[in-house]
């Protein structure tokens, strides 16, 4: 019979050890990754288009897996890579496919009922009405002063496709705090 020496006995024990906690390490690194690109996502605010709602340089806690089982509705705040753009956008969702817009002395009204807003900040222009066409839908940032928000009162980008929404803004993390909702009526 042979006989170990304790030594090397336990020198093999903690390479196992160590092996599979590399293992375990690694599965874990890929199982955080795996969430943080399909399920959930960090995202940084760039520019003052949300204002107050958001300020520059705010980290985003994105949900993704939502849209799997919902569309945007109303009040909504989306990520949206639209591929006429260049970067993400960051916009709340004002108007869903069939709804009227039509923006008048600086109040928004869909379907001819007016928002009522208490996150935005400036005054939008007066535009058309527009109906929101199928699959799409209009969105705005809250920071309504003329030249701070790209968005679908820009005739270079309109209505944006549900398919181009990347996920739901949850909550900021830096600074922390939740996201202003509209009223419900």
């Given at each position: 019979?042979?006989?170990l020496?304790?030594?090397?006995?336990?020198?093999?024990?903690?390479?196992?050890?160590?092996?599979?906690?590399?293992?375990?390490?690694?599965?874990?690194?890929?199982?955080?990754?795996?969430?943080?690109?399909?399920?959930?996502?960090?995202?940084?605010?760039?520019?003052?288009?949300?204002?107050?709602?958001?300020?520059?340089?705010?980290?985003?806690?994105?949900?993704?897996?939502?849209?799997?089982?919902?569309?945007?509705?109303?009040?909504?705040?989306?990520?949206?890579?639209?591929?006429?753009?260049?970067?993400?956008?960051?916009?709340?969702?004002?108007?869903?496919?069939?709804?009227?817009?039509?923006?008048?002395?600086?109040?928004?009204?869909?379907n001819?009922?007016?928002?009522?807003?208490?996150?935005?900040?400036?005054?939008?222009?007066?535009?058309?009405?527009?109906?929101?066409?199928?699959?799409?839908?209009?969105?705005?940032?809250?920071?309504?002063?003329?030249?701070?928000s790209?968005?679908?009162?820009?005739?270079?980008?309109?209505?944006?496709?549900?398919?181009?929404?990347?996920?739901?803004?949850?909550?900021?993390?830096?600074?922390?705090?939740?996201?202003?909702?509209?009223?419900?009526?």
């Open positions: 019979m042979i006989e020496n304790p030594e090397v006995s336990r020198s093999v024990v903690k390479n196992k050890n160590g092996f599979w906690g590399w293992v375990k390490f690694i599965l874990l690194l890929t199982l955080a990754f795996i969430l943080i690109n399909n399920v959930i996502g960090l995202t940084r605010v760039s520019g003052n288009s949300m204002y107050p709602s958001l300020q520059n340089g705010n980290v985003l806690l994105m949900n993704k897996l939502s849209l799997f089982f919902t569309t945007p509705k109303y009040g909504d705040v989306v990520v949206i890579k639209d591929e006429r753009l260049e970067f993400s956008i960051i916009k709340r969702v004002i108007a869903v496919q069939g709804d009227r817009i039509l923006i008048r002395d600086g109040v928004i009204y869909v001819e009922t007016p928002l009522p807003e208490l996150y935005t900040a400036g005054k939008s222009e007066d535009m058309a009405v527009q109906t929101v066409p199928a699959g799409s839908l209009f969105v705005i940032g809250d920071n309504r002063t003329l030249g701070e790209k968005d679908s009162r820009d005739p270079s980008l309109g209505p944006v496709h549900i398919k181009d929404v990347k996920g739901y803004a949850e909550f900021s993390l830096l600074p922390m705090h939740r996201i202003p909702e509209p009223l419900d009526l």
